[in-house]
């Protein structure tokens, strides 16, 4: 299995004025760790209003997050099981992510449809160990494998590759709607922080995101990282799986980045009433997280949030009803204020 990060050797350019370049360029020669400057006399060298600018380069090592493919065949004990997916990932978990992506994409209900799943070698190379064969328990129907609807899934889109809308949705077997957990706006304000503090891999990288599993009260139960958004969350939900904790009633989903229609299904598919991200979501996951009964908070920043499904779990805002997003602070609801992209 390959490694989280990787170091790798990079050019990394500042471009500054030429009179805080000045004695770098005066020296005219490279430094021994690599370092070239150039002033602004050089050929090209200026800004687009013609000022002169300093241009200093230096070559070194760089920490980058892992990105390999990962096949999940899946099928009976006891015959050939063909690929079904096979996702761009973060190496790390990759049982999780298996597990997790069966039971998101309504493949399996529980760990008990699942007999065996184990990393082995895959076609290319004896040791990446970017194949997982999950063998079915008896009696669980193996998926059909249809070329025109095989998942290809891609650090950015999850759903790639399926031939249809009704191939996208799939209803969960956890009804979320009689939830009844509530979160204080001060907790949710906090989680975003939470699940950086947790977040290993990325302050090595800068390039990972993250799920966070937390309670009611802001406990972190799990946390996934991962280049892929829908990774992460399919590792979460992989290790509640293996774990026996479905359905994660009572518990919150913290996502980086926006929330998707298939983060909100994912969070569905494992019982989770809560779902928040750091950015924006779109009108299909308010659509189903309307439909669903989900609570899903966007724009979780600082001291403010919006709440765009399912206000009633947020403390303070249970009169809230319908389909406007309103804005809350820590500690109290306000009309609605802007949210700034990502």
Not at 283 to 307: I, K, P, S
Request: charge should be neutral; proline fraction near 6%.
């Amino acid at each position: 299995m390959g490694r989280v990060t990787q170091r790798r050797t990079i050019a990394r350019v500042n471009v500054a004025p030429a009179a805080a370049n000045a004695p770098a360029a005066a020296n005219g020669t490279a430094a021994a760790n690599g370092t070239a400057a150039a002033n602004g006399a050089a050929a090209g060298n200026g800004h687009g209003d013609g000022s002169p600018v300093g241009v200093a380069v230096t070559v070194g090592p760089d920490t980058l997050v892992a990105e390999e493919p990962l096949e999940i065949r899946v099928g009976a004990a006891g015959a050939a099981r063909p690929p079904l997916a096979v996702t761009m990932r973060t190496p790390g978990d990759d049982l999780d992510l298996a597990i997790g992506f069966l039971l998101t994409e309504g493949i399996i209900r529980s760990a008990q449809d699942v007999r065996t799943a184990q990393l082995c070698a895959g076609d290319q190379e004896a040791n990446t160990y970017n194949v997982v064969d999950v063998a079915l328990a008896a009696g669980v129907p193996a998926p059909a494998v249809d070329p025109a609807r095989n998942f290809y899934t891609t650090s950015s889109c999850g759903v790639c590759g399926k031939a249809s809308i009704d191939a996208v949705r799939t209803r969960s077997l956890f009804n979320v709607v009689g939830d009844g957990v509530r979160v204080a706006p001060e907790v949710l304000a906090g989680l975003p922080d939470a699940l950086r503090e947790g977040q290993r891999a990325f302050r090595t990288t800068g390039g990972l995101h993250a799920a966070g599993l937390f309670t009611a009260g802001g406990k972190l139960v799990c946390l996934r990282e991962d280049v892929g958004r829908h990774n992460a969350v399919d590792k979460v939900v992989g290790w509640a799986v293996r774990q026996g904790r479905l359905p994660l009633a009572g518990h919150v989903l913290v996502v980086s980045g926006r929330a998707s229609f298939e983060l909100c299904q994912k969070a569905w598919m494992a019982g989770i009433p809560v779902l928040a991200a750091v950015s924006a979501p779109s009108t299909l996951a308010v659509d189903l997280a309307e439909e669903a009964g989900l609570t899903l908070v966007g724009f979780l920043r600082g001291q403010t949030f919006n709440v765009y499904a399912g206000a009633q779990r947020v403390v303070g805002l249970e009169q809230a009803a319908g389909p406007v997003a309103r804005s809350a602070g820590a500690t109290a609801a306000t009309a609605p204020g802007p949210g700034s992209r990502s």
